[in-house]
């Protein structure tokens, strides 16, 4: 019901763009989010955008993280700018209180 893709790896400073690819009744519905977990850690919240379209962010992710939402494709996105180390985590898109995606690793490392 949730897929992920989009992850790979990148230098420090380098950029990607996930994605994921929900169900039409999932999408419409609920708010969408995405968290990560790195080895050794919890999973924390990065970022998470409204149906309508408001946009909230992890302090350590703002300014360098954009989430955003494509209706029509039931989509939600989050571009990663200006990657450091310590964003090395498994990437989960979430939707509302119950839908998780299956993860995709992203790895920042020189």
């Given at each position: 019901q949730l897929q992920a893709s989009g992850g790979g790896l990148?230098?420090?400073?380098?950029?990607?763009?996930?994605?994921c690819a929900?169900?039409?009744?999932i999408f419409s519905s609920n708010f969408m989010a995405w968290y990560?977990?790195?080895?050794?850690?919890?999973r924390?919240?990065?970022a998470r955008i409204t149906t309508g379209g408001t946009t909230m962010y992890a302090d350590s992710v703002k300014g360098r993280?954009?989430?955003s939402r494509d209706n029509a494709k039931?989509?939600?996105?989050?571009?990663?700018n200006s990657?450091?180390?310590e964003d090395t985590a498994v990437y989960y898109c979430n939707a509302g209180p119950y839908f998780?995606?299956?993860?995709?690793?992203?790895?920042?490392?020189?």
């Open positions: 990148v230098q420090p400073g380098g950029s990607l763009r996930l994605s929900a169900s039409g009744n990560r977990q790195a080895p050794g850690n919890q924390e919240w990065v993280f954009t989430i039931n989509t939600v996105y989050l571009q990663m990657l450091k180390s998780w995606g299956q993860g995709t690793q992203v790895t920042v490392s020189s």
